[in-house]
């Protein structure tokens, strides 16, 4: 199923009702629930394939859905239906947040959008810094953000390591600068992703290799490369990191949302809220014991009837549509 999001067509003057950062079944969830209540909804999706969900080969155990689905799938049906009852989605990643502004604030490379409520949903994808020098050098180098920081090293080499979707949606706009781009997988790329970089000539790809060390003192000087049967140097001046972990996605909140001890939000369990009023987190980023769609879909609704409840009670909603969540019917 293909769908036309129209996306980055949100205007970002306008202040909504609600805003979701991150676009799988929790926070496309909350979406369906606000936009069908009338409330002006922007969905903010780093990439429709970025999330586990997104990865997901298969899946036969969805309520609702008897046949064998992928996860990439389910996720054009749940965005679709966002869609029809009026949810905006643009495809950005969210750079930093101010979410105790009135109203609060959602900076992403391109635009700052403005909201009454705010629902994090932005998953569990994450990953501590791992490889040797990765740490030292973020912001020296090591990036996690095309957009952001590609143009930075025009005429120059680079390395780009990782074999997800995003990494290939991502590698011509690195392409475009770079005078010579080292693609490092970590794994085996999609037939997609190979077609992807045989249409760019300054594309090096190191089949099977993996980045040993990050090299570099102030800046990034160079990569360690474990290859088949030897380790090589490889001078570069920047480094795009496409690896994926288990941890909360949650660096764009500058510790501004109360976490647990093990880095997830704390929230009320039974409605998603947070400790700043107005602010809920849905799915993975709550590290919920049982990780599953239907249970990240469960609490993005539980989290779109709060903000709901939130924007009446505070009389601070932009709709002028009485109905409201709980008492829309069907529900």
């Not at 970002?12 to 629930?33: K, R």
């Not at 990643?93 to 949903?121: E, H, M, W, Y």
Request: charged share 20%; with cysteine; hydrophobic share 40%.
């Amino acid at each position: 199923m293909e769908l036309n999001l129209s996306l980055g067509t949100a205007a970002p003057a306008e202040v909504y009702d609600t805003i979701i950062i991150g676009g799988g079944p929790a926070g496309l969830s909350a979406a369906l629930y606000t936009a069908r209540a009338s409330r002006k909804t922007l969905v903010i999706d780093m990439h429709p394939g970025a999330g586990a969900l997104g990865m997901t080969e298969r899946i036969d155990n969805y309520p609702g859905v008897p046949e064998p689905i992928s996860g990439r799938e389910l996720l054009d049906r749940f965005r679709e239906q966002a869609l029809k009852f009026g949810a905006e989605i643009v495809q950005s990643q969210v750079v930093t947040t101010d979410l105790r502004s009135d109203p609060k604030q959602v900076i992403t490379a391109d635009n700052v959008f403005q909201g009454r409520t705010v629902i994090i949903a932005s998953g569990a994808m994450g990953r501590t810094p791992s490889i040797a020098g990765e740490a030292a050098l973020i912001g020296r180098g090591v990036s996690y953000c095309a957009t952001c920081d590609a143009p930075f090293f025009r005429g120059k080499d680079v390395a780009v390591v990782g074999h997800s979707e995003m990494m290939a949606d991502e590698l011509p706009t690195i392409a475009n600068f770079a005078a010579k781009v080292y693609l490092i997988p970590h794994g085996k790329l999609s037939p997609e992703s190979k077609e992807i970089v045989t249409q760019h000539p300054q594309v090096v790809y190191l089949e099977g290799a993996r980045v040993v060390k990050i090299l570099g003192d102030d800046f990034v000087t160079g990569v360690e490369v474990k290859l088949a049967n030897e380790t090589a140097v490889y001078p570069v001046s920047g480094v795009f990191m496409y690896l994926t972990g288990n941890r909360p996605v949650l660096d764009y909140l500058d510790g501004s949302v109360q976490t647990t001890e093990k880095g997830c939000i704390a929230v009320n369990m039974q409605d998603g809220a947070t400790q700043i009023p107005g602010v809920f987190a849905a799915g993975d980023v709550t590290c919920t014991p049982v990780r599953q769609v239907v249970v990240a879909a469960a609490q993005g609704t539980l989290a779109a009837l709060a903000a709901d409840r939130y924007l009446r009670k505070t009389g601070r909603s932009g709709s002028t549509s009485p109905e409201s969540v709980d008492s829309a019917s069907g529900l």
